[in-house]
């Protein structure tokens, strides 16, 4: 695997992109689902809830992707 100027090979990069972004998400999410009760809109806060569940399993996939590729020698210097 090719290793940019990060340290990190592309992989690893693109998993810890998304793994950031959806737990950044999760915390925004909170907000949303308290506006949604706050506007007693019970179906849209539930929706709301699921999106941050369904975040939260993507960023621990992308955890288990990322200790995986740790132990492998192909994530590049910055993982390994």
């Known amino acids: ?3 940019g100027e990060t340290g990190f090979d592309d992989v690893s990069y693109d998993l810890i992109s ?3 972004h959806a ?3 999760g915390h925004d999410y909170g907000q ?3 506006d ?3 506007a007693g809109r ?3 806060a539930d929706f709301f809830r699921r ?3 369904e975040d939260s399993a993507r960023a621990k996939q992308c955890h288990e992707y990322l200790k995986d590729l740790s132990g492998s020698g192909d994530s590049g210097p910055a993982v390994s």
Do not use: G, H, P, S
Request: negative net charge; aromatic residues 10%.
């Open 18 to 20: 998304v793994q950031y």
């Open 1 to 3: 695997m090719a290793t």
């Open 36 to 38: 949604a009760d706050n």
């Open 51 to 53: 999106v941050t569940e």
């Open 23 to 25: 737990l950044k998400a």
């Open 32 to 34: 949303y689902v308290r």
């Open 42 to 44: 019970q179906d849209i």
